[in-house]
Structure formats: C-alpha cells, structure tokens
C-alpha cells in the first residue's frame, strides 16, 4: 500500500503546485513579445529552471519578422461623465492584442467598428489580436454592448508602445544518451485564457522539472515562446539541430472538463502516436482520436516540409472543440488543477514509453529455454493462464505472459512498444521483465534507440 499513498500524495502536493501557478499568472497580459511574457517566464523557470533568451524585433525568420515589442500599460473606454464602460484593467481580454496607442473621444457610431462581440456568449469578451496590421480595438462582452448609449461620445484611452525590442522564449535541453531527440514546446502568447494556454505552460514547467531529476535515455528540448512567429524564429535559429528531432509534443489546453484527447501528429503512426495511444490504454482511460489538421498549432511550422518533425498533442478539452474557446469563459472557474496533473501524468507515461522502447535479441533462439532451472518458472505447475487463482498466483501467469513474449519475439528487429501492442500487455511489466531476463543471459540489447 505504500507505493499508492506515496503517489497520491505526491500528486496532491503537484496538484497544489499547479493551482497556484494557475493563480498566478493568469491575470497577466500575454502577447507575441512585451514585459507579460518575460514576467511569465521568470516565475515559470523558479520552479524548473531554464534559460530566458531574446530574439531582436526586426529579426527576419524566412518569410517572417519579428514585430516591435509591444507593451500596454492601461486602456477603456469611458462615458462622459468618466465612467469606465470598459476596463483593461478589469479583464486583459478587453483590448485587441497589439493595439496601436490612441486617446481620443468620438461618437458611438465611429466606435463601433472598433468594437468585437461575441453574440452568440452574450456574457463572454472574445479574444481577438492584430499582430501584423497596425490597428486598435476593444473586446466586450455582447450584453456590454447592448447596454451602450448611442447617442452619448466615448472617451477611447490605450496607453500601449509598440517599439523596437525583443521577443522572448525559454529553452533547456536535457541530453540523453542514445543519440536520438524529441521536443517538448508549448506556446505562452496569450493573455488570461486558462486552459489554451496557461495550462499547457504550466504542465511544461512541471514535466521539465520532473524530467531534471531523471537519468534519460534519449534527449529532450523545452521550448517555450509565442505561437507561430516564436516557433518559426527558433526553427531559423536553430535550424540543423531541429533538423534532427525525431518527434514531440505540443503541450496546450490540459485542464478543461471534458474528455481526454489526442491529436495525432501528422504521420498518424509515427513512435509519438504509438507511445501516446499505450500510455491510454496501459493507464485505462478512454480518448477522443483527433486526426491531424493543419488548422492548428505550431505542429504546422516544426512539422513544415524542410523539418518534418511529427508532433502530437495530449489534451483535455482541445482548442476549438469546447464553447469557451478563446473567450473571458475560459478562465480559472472552467479549469482544475487536477485535471491538469492528470494530463500531466499521461504525457509522463508517453515520454517513459519512448524511454522504454528498446530492442532486444534472444539469447535462446532455438526453443524456449527452460526457465524451471533459473527460478523463472514456479515450481507448481498448471497455473491457468487467465481467471481462477491468488492474486499471487496470477502475478506468477503475468510474467509467465510476458516472459513467453519477449522470448518469442526478441529477434534483434522488434522492438519492446510493438511487443507490447502485439501482446496487450503494459510496456511498463515488458521492460521490467526483460531487465530480469537480460540479468540470466536470455536476452541482450541490440538497439538501444
């Protein structure tokens, strides 16, 4: 009973960990560059440290160029007697992301083209951003705007600087020793959303602290920075090593409601997706398929012809697919820590899948070898292979399964993750086993990627 009670109370203090992250940095204001992301940053890399790099406006990313850095001190629109209708300081959402500098008063049919609703959420502010046109707007809720005289004049106030600067992204590697590479990336560009994307980058905080403490196998980059520009920066940046990256992960929207999802990298069958859909089945917990779409995230650009690199995302509420999606709904009341930690937990099954997935070759090819003489077979016989028996009974059958497995299927070509799709047996008692097996001489490593 130890190993569960320690477990669960170290998924409750995880649990803790992440529902103060939650809290604390979600009423910052994100964007593509500007001081909300290096705040971000800084309180993230407290908890798992990583290096805080910049990449200077201007900087030319192959077809792209990263923008002025952009940075808003405050913004409303007021009444004419100053009364604030609508206050950035009350909800970072209020203002179209990028918003060039204005102060000026004007009638409420001038300003309503400025002005983005969401009528079919009357209760929600969309989110709506203007990175690459240089523009203004606020977002307000439809029952807000309902509620807008239209004879009276506004005061329209945003204290914004869109200036040469920097954007900024965070990165560690975490070097393995098999030669091969995978990413881990999550974007952090948006203001108070919670599950798309605060949740995701508080996850990669947690997995990256969780792998330093791990001797690794193969290597693992962690990169975080804005969407789109931020990932294809760092591509140009970096580009013969992200050449070389055999897969990863999209982390984002993990800790809504709804059912767990996965969306598939853009193979459909690569390592990532076969490792993702053992890490459900060996946990028992049911999944929504998503197939790739290009209409996503930033698997489009690392997945991008040059690069190639296959992507998948383990999810719980997929952006797009809940009602709250880029809305004020998406906040701290949709989402939970736990829901996050359990995410959290599948993405760590899926990462120890691709640690386990090695290749083993028989050292006994001929005919089973007699497993009695090595203490491998219990000295009582007859053991049913499924049903009836003690639990320590049917503990001996399941290695017996696994033994029998590995010994017919360890031919130097087949590795242990398509054993265990093969066999239906968890990847993790396969690995256990032929740890075992490998200490009597029945089997060696042959290929330890």
């Not at 960990?17 to 940053?41: M, W």
């Not at 490792?275 to 929504?288: I, S």
């Not at 399941?398 to 087949?414: K, N, Q, V, Y």
């Amino acid at each position: 009973m130890t190993p569960d009670i320690s477990k669960e109370m170290l998924d409750k203090e995880i649990e803790k960990e992440a529902d103060v992250l939650l809290h604390t940095l979600f009423p910052i204001c994100r964007s593509l560059t500007g001081d909300g992301v290096r705040k971000t940053l800084r309180e993230l890399s407290k908890m798992a440290n990583f290096a805080i790099k910049e990449i200077p406006s201007g900087t030319v990313c192959y077809d792209w160029t990263v923008p002025p850095e952009w940075n808003i001190r405050d913004a409303y629109i007021a009444d004419s007697k100053g009364k604030r209708l609508v206050d950035f300081k009350k909800n970072n959402l209020h203002v179209v992301s990028y918003s060039a500098p204005i102060s000026k008063t004007m009638a409420f049919d001038e300003l309503k083209k400025y002005l983005y609703t969401l009528p079919a959420l009357p209760q929600a502010i969309p989110y709506r951003t203007s990175y690459y046109k240089k523009d203004w707007g606020f977002c307000l809720s439809y029952e807000q705007y309902k509620m807008m005289d239209r004879q009276e004049r506004y005061r329209v106030y945003i204290a914004s600087t869109l200036e040469p600067g920097s954007m900024t992204y965070g990165e560690c590697i975490l070097r393995g020793t098999s030669g091969k590479e995978f990413l881990v990336s999550a974007y952090c560009c948006h203001p108070s959303l919670a599950n798309d994307n605060l949740s995701g980058i508080v996850l990669w905080t947690l997995l990256l602290r969780e792998l330093k403490k791990r001797k690794l196998r193969h290597s693992y980059r962690f990169l975080i920075a804005p969407e789109t520009i931020g990932a294809i920066a760092y591509l140009r940046k970096n580009e013969k090593a992200m050449k070389k990256i055999a897969g990863g992960f999209i982390i984002t929207s993990v800790a809504g409601p709804g059912k767990f999802g996965y969306k598939h990298t853009f193979l459909g069958d690569h390592l990532i997706d076969r490792a993702v859909h053992l890490a459900f089945r060996d946990r028992g917990v049911d999944y929504v398929s998503y197939p790739f779409d290009v209409a996503g995230s930033d698997e489009r650009h690392f997945s991008a012809p040059y690069f190639r690199i296959p992507m998948g995302t383990i999810c719980k509420d997929k952006y797009y697919e809940y009602d709250y999606y880029h809305t004020s709904l998406d906040d701290l009341r949709f989402v939970r820590a736990r829901y996050l930690v359990e995410t959290f937990q599948l993405y760590l099954s899926a990462i120890e899948n691709l640690e386990m997935n090695v290749t083993y070759k028989s050292l006994s090819p001929y005919s089973e070898p007699q497993l009695g003489r090595r203490g491998l077979y219990p000295p009582l016989g007859g053991f049913q292979k499924t049903g009836a028996g003690t639990p320590r009974e049917q503990k001996i059958v399941s290695e017996l399964d696994a033994i029998r497995w590995l010994m017919f299927m360890s031919d130097g070509e087949t590795s242990l993750l398509a054993i265990a799709e093969r066999s239906g047996l968890p990847l993790r008692d396969l690995y256990q086993t032929a740890e075992k097996l490998q200490k009597h001489k029945l089997l060696k490593i042959t290929n330890k990627t």
